[in-house]
Protein backbone atom coordinates (compact mmCIF):
# COMPACT_ATOMS: atom_id res chain seq x y z
CA UNK A 1 0.00 0.00 0.00
CA UNK A 2 1.22 3.75 -0.85
CA UNK A 3 1.73 5.49 2.17
CA UNK A 4 3.72 8.26 3.90
CA UNK A 5 3.91 6.94 7.53
CA UNK A 6 5.42 9.20 10.64
CA UNK A 7 6.27 8.76 13.70
CA UNK A 8 5.53 9.57 16.98
CA UNK A 9 1.73 10.20 15.72
CA UNK A 10 0.98 12.01 19.50
CA UNK A 11 4.13 13.55 21.86
CA UNK A 12 4.44 15.39 25.02
CA UNK A 13 8.03 16.78 25.50
CA UNK A 14 9.24 19.62 27.44
CA UNK A 15 11.41 22.98 26.42
CA UNK A 16 15.19 22.14 25.49
CA UNK A 17 14.44 18.40 25.06
CA UNK A 18 15.57 17.67 21.55
CA UNK A 19 13.30 14.99 19.59
CA UNK A 20 13.48 13.78 15.43
CA UNK A 21 9.80 13.38 13.89
CA UNK A 22 10.70 10.38 11.27
CA UNK A 23 8.80 9.85 8.02
CA UNK A 24 9.21 7.42 5.71
CA UNK A 25 7.52 7.05 2.07
CA UNK A 26 7.54 3.89 0.21
CA UNK A 27 6.29 5.42 -3.31
CA UNK A 28 10.18 6.39 -4.76
CA UNK A 29 9.25 9.86 -4.49
CA UNK A 30 11.83 12.36 -5.18
CA UNK A 31 9.76 15.44 -3.83
CA UNK A 32 9.26 15.27 0.35
CA UNK A 33 8.15 18.42 2.45
CA UNK A 34 7.56 19.53 5.79
CA UNK A 35 4.26 21.76 6.96
CA UNK A 36 2.95 22.10 10.36
CA UNK A 37 -1.02 23.27 10.96
CA UNK A 38 -2.02 26.20 13.00
CA UNK A 39 -5.08 26.74 13.69
CA UNK A 40 -6.33 30.37 12.02
CA UNK A 41 -3.24 30.08 10.15
CA UNK A 42 -3.95 26.98 7.99
CA UNK A 43 -1.00 24.55 7.02
CA UNK A 44 2.95 26.27 6.14
CA UNK A 45 5.70 24.75 4.96
CA UNK A 46 8.85 24.09 6.80
CA UNK A 47 11.62 22.75 5.12
CA UNK A 48 11.35 20.63 1.57
CA UNK A 49 13.71 18.47 -0.13
CA UNK A 50 13.94 17.92 -3.63
CA UNK A 51 16.39 14.68 -4.16
CA UNK A 52 18.78 12.86 -1.85
CA UNK A 53 20.95 15.53 -0.16
CA UNK A 54 18.95 17.82 -1.08
CA UNK A 55 17.34 20.66 1.06
CA UNK A 56 16.21 24.06 1.76
CA UNK A 57 13.96 26.48 3.51
CA UNK A 58 10.48 26.57 3.64
CA UNK A 59 7.86 29.69 5.05
CA UNK A 60 8.85 28.72 8.36
CA UNK A 61 12.06 27.13 9.05
CA UNK A 62 13.11 28.58 12.37
CA UNK A 63 14.11 26.09 14.79
CA UNK A 64 13.97 23.10 12.83
CA UNK A 65 16.43 20.83 10.91
CA UNK A 66 16.11 18.34 8.01
CA UNK A 67 18.03 15.64 6.32
CA UNK A 68 17.53 13.51 3.26
CA UNK A 69 20.24 10.60 3.46
CA UNK A 70 18.26 8.42 1.81
CA UNK A 71 15.15 9.11 -0.91
CA UNK A 72 12.65 6.96 1.58
CA UNK A 73 13.35 8.85 4.81
CA UNK A 74 13.14 13.04 5.41
CA UNK A 75 13.35 13.47 9.26
CA UNK A 76 12.38 16.69 11.08
CA UNK A 77 14.81 17.41 14.13
CA UNK A 78 13.65 20.09 16.86
CA UNK A 79 16.96 20.68 18.59
CA UNK A 80 15.74 22.43 21.24
CA UNK A 81 11.84 22.71 21.25
CA UNK A 82 10.01 25.44 22.22
CA UNK A 83 6.26 25.96 23.49
CA UNK A 84 5.30 27.72 20.00
CA UNK A 85 6.59 24.67 18.25
CA UNK A 86 3.55 23.07 19.63
CA UNK A 87 1.28 22.12 16.68
CA UNK A 88 0.53 19.50 14.45
CA UNK A 89 3.39 18.53 11.74
CA UNK A 90 2.65 16.97 7.85
CA UNK A 91 4.75 15.25 6.23
CA UNK A 92 4.45 14.84 2.59
CA UNK A 93 5.79 13.78 -0.48
CA UNK A 94 5.57 13.66 -4.47
CA UNK A 95 5.87 12.60 -7.65
CA UNK A 96 6.62 15.67 -10.05
CA UNK A 97 5.21 14.86 -13.21
CA UNK A 98 1.72 15.48 -11.39
CA UNK A 99 2.95 18.63 -9.86
CA UNK A 100 0.92 19.62 -6.36
CA UNK A 101 -0.61 16.29 -5.90
CA UNK A 102 1.30 15.61 -2.23
CA UNK A 103 0.48 12.27 -0.59
CA UNK A 104 0.38 13.49 3.36
CA UNK A 105 1.17 11.13 6.37
CA UNK A 106 -1.61 11.36 8.91
CA UNK A 107 0.36 13.90 11.61
CA UNK A 108 1.96 14.12 14.63
CA UNK A 109 0.68 15.87 17.13
CA UNK A 110 3.16 17.89 19.36
CA UNK A 111 2.83 19.54 22.35
CA UNK A 112 5.75 21.39 23.84
CA UNK A 113 5.70 22.03 27.70
CA UNK B 1 3.83 36.71 -2.33
CA UNK B 2 1.26 34.79 -3.15
CA UNK B 3 -1.85 34.79 -0.83
CA UNK B 4 -4.99 32.33 -0.55
CA UNK B 5 -8.16 33.63 1.22
CA UNK B 6 -11.15 31.51 2.36
CA UNK B 7 -13.13 33.69 4.07
CA UNK B 8 -15.79 30.66 5.56
CA UNK B 9 -14.42 29.64 8.59
CA UNK B 10 -17.61 27.43 9.12
CA UNK B 11 -20.43 25.90 6.81
CA UNK B 12 -22.83 23.99 6.97
CA UNK B 13 -25.25 21.87 4.61
CA UNK B 14 -27.84 19.02 5.13
CA UNK B 15 -27.01 15.79 3.49
CA UNK B 16 -27.90 15.60 -0.23
CA UNK B 17 -27.99 19.18 -0.85
CA UNK B 18 -25.39 21.18 -2.76
CA UNK B 19 -22.43 23.54 -0.44
CA UNK B 20 -20.44 25.81 -2.32
CA UNK B 21 -16.72 26.80 -0.33
CA UNK B 22 -15.30 30.30 -1.51
CA UNK B 23 -11.55 30.72 -2.48
CA UNK B 24 -9.74 33.74 -3.54
CA UNK B 25 -6.26 34.17 -4.06
CA UNK B 26 -3.67 37.15 -4.84
CA UNK B 27 -0.48 35.95 -7.67
CA UNK B 28 1.24 37.71 -10.41
CA UNK B 29 2.19 34.72 -12.13
CA UNK B 30 0.65 33.32 -15.36
CA UNK B 31 1.07 29.83 -15.09
CA UNK B 32 -0.20 27.89 -11.59
CA UNK B 33 -2.23 25.90 -10.12
CA UNK B 34 -4.70 25.35 -7.64
CA UNK B 35 -6.19 22.77 -5.49
CA UNK B 36 -8.81 21.63 -2.90
CA UNK B 37 -7.98 19.23 -0.12
CA UNK B 38 -9.87 17.60 2.45
CA UNK B 39 -9.25 16.96 5.96
CA UNK B 40 -11.32 14.74 7.35
CA UNK B 41 -11.72 14.35 11.50
CA UNK B 42 -9.08 11.60 11.21
CA UNK B 43 -6.56 14.26 9.80
CA UNK B 44 -5.09 12.71 7.11
CA UNK B 45 -4.87 15.24 4.34
CA UNK B 46 -6.99 14.02 1.13
CA UNK B 47 -6.57 15.63 -2.67
CA UNK B 48 -9.87 16.59 -3.82
CA UNK B 49 -9.77 18.41 -7.13
CA UNK B 50 -7.28 19.75 -9.18
CA UNK B 51 -7.07 22.88 -11.70
CA UNK B 52 -4.33 23.73 -13.64
CA UNK B 53 -4.28 27.71 -14.81
CA UNK B 54 -4.00 27.61 -18.09
CA UNK B 55 -6.60 25.26 -18.43
CA UNK B 56 -10.37 27.03 -19.19
CA UNK B 57 -12.54 24.05 -18.82
CA UNK B 58 -13.42 23.95 -15.00
CA UNK B 59 -12.27 20.78 -13.10
CA UNK B 60 -14.60 18.20 -12.01
CA UNK B 61 -14.61 14.52 -9.93
CA UNK B 62 -17.54 12.90 -9.24
CA UNK B 63 -19.53 15.41 -7.11
CA UNK B 64 -16.72 17.74 -6.81
CA UNK B 65 -16.62 20.49 -9.20
CA UNK B 66 -15.08 23.87 -9.15
CA UNK B 67 -15.72 27.47 -10.40
CA UNK B 68 -12.44 28.66 -11.71
CA UNK B 69 -12.62 32.38 -12.85
CA UNK B 70 -8.72 33.60 -13.49
CA UNK B 71 -9.66 37.41 -14.01
CA UNK B 72 -11.04 37.24 -10.35
CA UNK B 73 -8.74 35.08 -9.17
CA UNK B 74 -11.53 33.04 -7.72
CA UNK B 75 -11.71 29.30 -6.72
CA UNK B 76 -14.64 27.85 -5.44
CA UNK B 77 -15.47 24.22 -4.42
CA UNK B 78 -18.66 22.62 -5.07
CA UNK B 79 -20.50 19.83 -3.40
CA UNK B 80 -22.79 17.96 -4.92
CA UNK B 81 -25.08 15.48 -2.94
CA UNK B 82 -23.08 16.19 -0.47
CA UNK B 83 -22.92 13.13 2.54
CA UNK B 84 -21.88 12.78 5.79
CA UNK B 85 -18.84 11.52 4.72
CA UNK B 86 -17.96 15.18 3.10
CA UNK B 87 -17.63 16.47 6.85
CA UNK B 88 -14.10 17.89 7.18
CA UNK B 89 -11.92 21.30 7.47
CA UNK B 90 -11.41 21.74 3.30
CA UNK B 91 -8.23 23.69 2.32
CA UNK B 92 -7.89 25.82 -0.67
CA UNK B 93 -4.14 25.94 -1.96
CA UNK B 94 -2.10 27.72 -4.66
CA UNK B 95 0.75 26.16 -6.29
CA UNK B 96 3.26 28.33 -8.87
CA UNK B 97 4.20 26.17 -11.86
CA UNK B 98 7.37 23.61 -11.81
CA UNK B 99 8.42 25.50 -8.66
CA UNK B 100 9.13 23.00 -5.77
CA UNK B 101 5.37 21.55 -5.33
CA UNK B 102 5.56 24.49 -2.26
CA UNK B 103 1.89 24.66 -1.33
CA UNK B 104 0.74 27.81 -0.27
CA UNK B 105 -2.96 26.95 1.69
CA UNK B 106 -5.84 29.03 3.02
CA UNK B 107 -6.94 29.03 6.63
CA UNK B 108 -9.36 26.39 5.76
CA UNK B 109 -13.48 26.19 5.91
CA UNK B 110 -15.22 23.07 8.11
CA UNK B 111 -17.93 21.80 6.78
CA UNK B 112 -20.61 20.04 8.38
CA UNK B 113 -23.06 18.18 6.75
CA UNK B 114 -26.57 17.05 8.99
CA UNK B 115 -28.81 14.38 8.61
Known amino acids: EAQVTQNPRYLITVTGKKLTVTCSQNMNHEYMSWYRQDPGLGLRQIYY???????DKGDVPEGYKVSRKEKRNFPLILESPSPNQTSLYFC????????????FGEGSRLTVL | AQTVTQSQPEMSVQEAETVTLSCTYDTSENNYYLFWYKQPPSRQMILVIRQEAYKQQNATENRFSVNFQKAAKSFSLKISDSQLGDTAMYFC????????????FGTGTRLQVFP
Open chain 1, 49 to 55: SMNVEVT
Open chain 1, 92 to 103: ASSWRPRAGELF
Open chain 2, 93 to 104: AFMKHEVTDKLI
